[in-house]
């Protein structure tokens, strides 16, 4: 069965770091697309950032731009987010998802659209507080 399945969460001060993992099974990373989103209670989830395998393409939302880095390792079948500087309104759930797209208009917009991928993990809770 095709999984996904993110880890690394937890509760960071604000102007802190954290690295979140997704390590996917049954499948590997060589292809298609794979992003972070996430949602905020009482909010849409909304994309952070995702990578093309195509060309190793990376895209990022506006407001996460320069403080999180996606990466993948292929070896381990894994991707990461690094986030530095964290700030209280980037609390939320966050999950990793796959699509079989390789990029779109979007994207390059920093508009990650949750609705263009197909397998999803379950999430790892981020708070960010003093």
């Known amino acids: 069965q095709v999984q996904l399945v993110e880890s690394g969460g937890g509760l960071v001060q604000p102007g802190g770091t954290l690295r979140l993992s997704c390590a996917a099974s049954?499948?590997?990373?060589?292809?298609?697309?794979i992003g972070w989103f996430r949602q905020a209670p009482g909010k849409e989830r909304e994309g952070v950032s995702c990578?093309?395998?195509?060309?190793?393409?990376?895209y990022y939302a506006k407001n996460v731009k320069g403080r999180f880095t996606i990466s993948t390792d292929s070896a381990k079948n894994t991707v990461y987010l690094q986030m530095n500087s964290l700030k209280p309104e980037d609390a939320a759930i966050y999950y990793c998802a796959w699509t079989s797209i390789i990029q779109t208009t979007g994207w390059g917009l920093g508009e990650i659209d949750p609705g263009d991928f197909e397998t999803w993990g379950r999430g790892t809770q981020v708070t960010v507080s003093s």
């Open positions: 049954q499948f590997t990373l060589d292809h298609g697309s």
């Open positions: 990578l093309s395998s195509s060309d190793g393409s990376t």
